[in-house]
C-alpha cells in the first residue's frame, strides 16, 4: 500500500524563481489551484478546486502554513472532506528546493494521509486474500453438508 | 463521532475511523466471526456492536452471511480499495499539476 507520494523535477531556473511559483497566490493559481494563500506560518489557506463527489470531497483543501524557509524549502497540512467541517483527508506537502547545476531540483513529498497510514496494519491481509476467500468458501460448504461450525 | 454512528452516510474513513470498528476488523482479519462471537471481544452491548458490524458492511469493509442461526462476519475487499481513493486521486492530480508548473516555467525566459 503507497503511503505517499514524491515527485522530483529539475528546472534550468535559480531557487529564487522556482520559489516564487510555490509562494505567491497568483503564480500558484496558474499551475495548481485559486487560492489565498499567504507565506506566513500558521496562515490558513484554501485551495478551490472540483468537488469529486465519489471521493467524498467537496473541493475545498483546507491548508495551513507549517514551514517557510525561503527558497529552501515550504510545507503545509492539507485537509479536506466532504463538507459541513467534517474532515476524512489529513495529510502534509513538503517542498524542497535544491540548488544543482545551474538550475534547481525540486521535490515534492505529499503525506501523513493519516487514516491510510493507521489502516497499514491491514496491509499484509490483501496479499492473503485468495487464501482468505478460499478458506471461506470452503468454510460455507462445510456448512451447508451440515457439519458444525465452531 | 459516535452520535453519527446509525448514521449510513459514514464513508470509507469515518467507518474505520473509530478504534472498535478497527479492532472488529483487526479480529476478522484472521478468521471469520459471528456477530455473537465478536460481540465477545467488546466491553459494549450486543446491539452496539451490531451498530459498528452494520457500518463495516455498509461502507464495503464486511460482508454479513446468515448461515443457519448465526450471521456470520467476513472482511470484504471494497472499502479497503476505497482507502486508496485519495491517494490515487492525488498522484494523478499532482503529476497533472507539476506537468503545468514544468511547462509555465520552462517557457519562462532565465532571469540574468
Known amino acids: 500500500m503507497t503511503k505517499s507520494i514524491q515527485h522530483t523535477l529539475f528546472f534550468p531556473h535559480t531557487p529564487e524563481v ?16 485559486p487560492n489565498d494563500f499567504q507565506p506566513i506560518v500558521g496562515c490558513d489557506f484554501q485551495f478551490r478546486s472540483k468537488p469529486k463527489e465519489e471521493l467524498g470531497f467537496d473541493g475545498i483543501s483546507y491548508c ?3 514551514e517557510i524557509v525561503p527558497p529552501k524549502r515550504l510545507s503545509y497540512s492539507w485537509k479536506a472532506g466532504p463538507g459541513n ?8 506537502v513538503v517542498w524542497t528546493l535544491t540548488a ?16 491510510i497510514e493507521n489502516f497499514a496494519i491491514y496491509q499484509g491481509m490483501s496479499a492473503g486474500w485468495p487464501i482468505h476467500v ?3 468458501g470452503e468454510l460455507i460448504n462445510a456448512a451447508k453438508h451440515g457439519s458444525t461450525i465452531a | 463521532m459516535p452520535q453519527n454512528m446509525a448514521q449510513p452516510s459514514l464513508d ?14 483487526r479480529l476478522l482479519s484472521k478468521e471469520r466471526l459471528t456477530i455473537n462471537s465478536l460481540a465477545e471481544n467488546f466491553d459494549m452491548s450486543r446491539p452496539a456492536v451490531s451498530k459498528h458490524i452494520k457500518i463495516l458492511e455498509y461502507t464495503g469493509f464486511i460482508s454479513i452471511e446468515d ?8 472482511l470484504k475487499q471494497d472499502g479497503f480499495n476505497k482507502l486508496q481513493d485519495w491517494i490515487g486521486f492525488f498522484d494523478t492530480f499532482w503529476k497533472d499539476k507539476l506537468k503545468k508548473l514544468e511547462s509555465l516555467l520552462n517557457n519562462k525566459t532565465t532571469k540574468k
Open chain 1, 85 to 92: 467541517g467534517q474532515i476524512t483527508l489529513d495529510s502534509i
Open chain 2, 67 to 74: 448461515i443457519g442461526r448465526e450471521r456470520y462476519c467476513t
Open chain 2, 12 to 25: 470509507e474513513f469515518q467507518a474505520i475511523a473509530d478504534p472498535s470498528r478497527r479492532q472488529i476488523l
Open chain 1, 64 to 66: 495551513k502554513v507549517l
Open chain 1, 134 to 136: 478460499k478458506k471461506i
Open chain 1, 100 to 115: 544543482k547545476d545551474n538550475g534547481t531540483e525540486l521535490s515534492l513529498v505529499h503525506s501523513g494521509f493519516k487514516e
Open chain 1, 18 to 33: 522556482v520559489w516564487e511559483y510555490l509562494t505567491t497566490a497568483e503564480l500558484l493559481a496558474q499551475w495548481l489551484m
